[in-house]
C-alpha cells in the first residue's frame, strides 16, 4: 500500500493485524474497552500509542501492543517489541491511568503475528 506522499504505508496491515488480535483476545474472554489510544509528549518529542485496551474477568487492565511480520525474519514479531517501544508504551499507559478514578490491576501483553501463526504473551513486560 501507498500513500499519498508516495511511501509505502503498512497502515491497512496493521489494522487487519489489530482486528485479528483482538478477535483472538475477545475469544480468550477480554472485553474490549479503547482501540488506539495515543498520547503526545509535546511538538517535538514522540509520544506513545496502545493499540488495545483491554479488560479481564478478574478487572484487570490489559495493555496490549500488537505486532506483525510476514515471517520470522529479524527475529520475529515479538523481537521487535524493543527497549524504546516499550517506553512509549508505559507512558502512554500512565496517561491513560490518570483518567481513571482508582488504579486497577495492570499488565502489558504482546500479540505477536507472524504470517499465520498467532502468539499470546501475557505480562510481556512490567511497568518499570
Not at 56 to 69: A, Y
Not at 79 to 85: F, I, L, N, P, Y
Not at 91 to 106: F, I
Request: glycine share 10%; net charge positive.
Amino acid at each position: 500500500m501507498v500513500d499519498k506522499t508516495g511511501t509505502r504505508s503498512g497502515k491497512p496491515r496493521g489494522d487487519a493485524a489489530e482486528a485479528r488480535a483482538l478477535a483472538h483476545l475477545q475469544e480468550h474472554g477480554l472485553r474490549l474497552v479503547e482501540r488506539n489510544y495515543r498520547v503526545a509528549r509535546g511538538p517535538f518529542a514522540r509520544g506513545g500509542e496502545i493499540d488495545l485496551v483491554l479488560r479481564e474477568r478478574d478487572g484487570t487492565l490489559v495493555f496490549v501492543e500488537v505486532r506483525s511480520r510476514r515471517g520470522l525474519a529479524h527475529g520475529g514479531a515479538a523481537a521487535s517489541v524493543g527497549t524504546a517501544k516499550r517506553a512509549h508504551l508505559r507512558l502512554a499507559a500512565q496517561h491513560y491511568l490518570l483518567r481513571l478514578p482508582a488504579l486497577p490491576p495492570c499488565r502489558f501483553d504482546v500479540v505477536a503475528i507472524d504470517g499465520e501463526r498467532i502468539e499470546w504473551i501475557r505480562a510481556a513486560f512490567d511497568a518499570a
